[in-house]
């Protein structure tokens, strides 16, 4: 099993920053792809971006390309999603989560079902 912990989630003025970690545990060795999602008030889980662990590469959401950045740091099993430049639609309650599957393509790497663990949450509000 694989455990998640989000944390770095706290409120934040449009055109700010912030970065959220995500501290993975467990058998950690078996995560192939991590991902972040977002979820707000009444709508839809939302994908954000994911890295795989093979390689590095990096996918994103459209709306997310160049404003929002996901790198890891393997020695401390933690993935993080630095925010830049946040608008106040990018308020929501963002999750981390881990697949046991390399998920090396940008049509199926944003499909929530595909991963295997997920985080609590944390929340961000940005304010304008």
């Known amino acids: 099993q694989v455990q998640l912990v989000e944390s770095g989630g706290g409120s934040v003025q449009a055109g700010g920053s912030l970065r959220l970690s995500c501290a993975a545990s467990g058998r950690t060795l078996r995560i192939l792809t991590m991902g972040w999602f977002r979820q707000a008030p009444g709508k839809e889980r939302e994908f954000v971006g994911a890295i795989t662990g093979n390689d590095g590469t990096t996918y994103y959401a459209q709306s997310m390309k160049g404003r929002f950045a996901i790198s890891t740091d393997n020695a401390k099993n933690t993935v993080y999603l630095q925010m830049n430049s946040p608008k106040p639609e990018d308020t929501a309650f963002y999750y981390c989560?881990?697949?046991?599957?390399?998920?090396?393509?940008?049509?199926?790497?944003?499909?929530?079902?595909?991963?295997?663990?997920w985080g609590q949450g944390t929340q961000v509000t940005v304010s304008s």
């Open positions: 989560a881990a697949s046991n599957v390399w998920l090396n393509s940008q049509t199926y790497i944003g499909e929530a079902s595909r991963y295997d663990y």
